[in-house]
T-cell receptor, first 113, second 113 residues
């Protein structure tokens, strides 16, 4: 069975500082991995995805994530936080053999001025 | 840019009543999904739908739930007799093919009183 663990339900960083949101996954088959962002009162927007190509994946809004098989991790980073990055971020995994996406519990990112 | 739309944005109903949540997937997409997010919890897969039949469903998707594609554009989720614990945000998603990126709608917040 697949699962995702996101460390930290809330993360606060200062504007301009590095953003690091942690995600570890469990999967019995090579996974597809995703990061989604949810702004208040909006749906889920795909930030980036890993589908077994390059291990460093670049997404929208300056975010990137690195797939590390040895650590079963897929942490999300952004070099310099912006106030508009304040949102909830979900790490997710899927088995490409079926359709469902398994989500983590989410991490709410707060940006301090 | 094409997007998934959902109506209504907020539905309030009495326990035991039937509700139908509506979704209009992206027009050339063939795979459709429902997820839900109970307040403060993670997003959970409910059901996937392809070629006018359910591809996969979770344990949550019991006999009280049903899905339908009544015409060429709408995709609906029906809850036959709502319970208090059905209160959640329900997200519709669609994708071009299985295993591809799923595009999420903005969600319908269902409140069962």
């Amino acid at each position: 069975a697949q699962s995702v663990t996101q460390l930290g339900s809330h993360v606060s960083v200062s504007e301009g500082a590095l953003v690091l949101l942690r995600c570890n996954y469990s999967s019995s088959v090579p996974p597809y991995l995703f990061w989604y962002v949810q702004y208040p009162n909006q749906g889920l927007q795909l930030l980036l995805k890993y589908t077994s190509a390059a291990t460093l994946v670049k997404g929208i809004n300056g975010f990137e994530a690195e797939f590390k098989k040895s650590e079963t991790s897929f942490h999300l980073t952004k070099p310099s936080a912006h106030m508009s990055d304040a949102a909830e971020y979900f790490c997710a995994v899927s088995d490409h053999r079926d359709d469902k996406i398994i989500f983590g519990k989410g991490t709410r990112l707060h940006i301090l001025p | 840019e094409p997007e998934v739309t959902q109506t209504p944005s907020h539905q309030v109903t009495q326990m035991g009543q039937e509700v139908i949540l509506r979704c209009v997937p992206i027009s050339n997409h063939l795979y459709f999904y429902w997820y839900r997010q109970i307040l403060g919890q993670k997003v959970e897969f409910l059901v996937s739908f392809y070629n006018n039949e359910i591809s996969e469903k979770s344990e949550i998707f019991d006999d009280q739930f049903s899905v339908e594609r009544p015409d060429g554009s709408n995709f609906t989720l029906k809850i036959r007799s709502t319970k208090l614990e059905d209160s959640a945000m329900y997200f519709c998603a669609s994708s071009v093919t299985s295993g591809n990126e799923q595009f999420f709608g903005p969600g319908t917040r269902l409140t069962v009183l």
